[in-house]
Antibody, heavy 120, light 110 residues
Framework: QVQLVQSGAEVKKPGASVKVSCKAS????????ISWVRQAPGQGLEWMGW????????NYAQKLQGRVTMTTDTSTSTAYMELRSLRSDDTAVYYC?????????????WGQGTMVTVSS | QSALTQPRSVSGSPGQSVTISCTGT?????????VSWYQQHPGKAPKLMIY???KRPSGVPDRFSGSKSGNTASLTISGLQAEDEADYYC??????????FGGGTKLTVL
């Protein structure tokens, strides 16, 4: 079946970096974009950015510009999100999600989420 | 972009209908027919319920419907069921390849 499986929980110190993976299966990876969305504890959803699995083009949320990098490895159908210079307010569940083709801001398949905790 | 405005909570009894609003501006909700809605149960990933304002993905019951008027989009759930109790988020395209989410609405089934 179509699914996205993410890497496990991470605990990081302030100032460190984290890299979360998202492995796709059950569909042609390069035919869809992947977005990353995060959710701080008890808070709402925040779109972080998008990457085309076809050509690697990216678009990042303005507030994360310079700290986030999204990449893909088409040989393993895996997307990655790296966040640098971590702060306590980066503590959140990070989701990858597949974009609905021919739409914008619609995500039809979600990963299970990766908890990233930033604490000294 | 600022988050879209949703009521913090709504409630309804089983069998009733409820509507959740999502208010934006002419730069997002009002400017594009790209509004989506997500259902999220505690500890779970969001689930797409509506996209492109009113389209339902395969497998989503037709009790869920979406609409838009001006800068406000709405999700209506008819024939409320206990399993509909969840958080609901709207999302709209806001131009420049950027989507924006609403703050979320907690639906309680009484």
């Amino acid at each position: 079946q179509v699914q996205l499986v993410q890497s496990g929980a991470e605990v990081k110190k302030p100032g460190a970096s984290v890299k979360v993976s998202c492995k796709a299966s059950g569909y042609t990876f390069t035919s869809y974009g992947i977005s990353w969305v995060r959710q701080a504890p008890g808070q709402g959803l925040e779109w972080m950015g998008w990457i085309s699995a076809y050509n690697g083009n990216t678009n990042y949320a303005q507030k994360l510009q310079g700290r986030v990098t999204m990449t893909t490895d088409t040989s393993t159908s895996t997307a990655y999100m790296e966040l640098r210079s971590l702060r306590s307010d980066d503590t959140a569940v990070y989701y990858c999600a597949r974009d609905v083709s021919s739409s914008w801001g619609a995500f039809d398949i979600w990963g299970q989420g990766t908890m990233v905790t930033v604490s000294s | 972009q600022s988050a879209l405005t949703q009521p913090r909570s709504v409630s309804g009894s089983p069998g009733q209908s409820v509507t959740i609003s999502c208010t934006g501006t002419s730069s997002d909700v009002g400017g594009y027919n790209y509004v989506s809605w997500y259902q999220q149960h505690p500890g779970k990933a969001p689930k797409l319920m509506i996209y492109d304002v009113s389209k339902r993905p395969s497998g989503v019951p037709d009790r869920f419907s979406g609409s838009k008027s001006g800068n406000t989009a709405s999700l209506t759930i008819s024939g409320l069921q206990a399993e509909d109790e969840a958080d609901y988020y709207c999302c709209s395209y806001a131009g420049s390849y950027t989507p924006v989410f609403g703050g979320g609405t907690k639906l309680t089934v009484l």
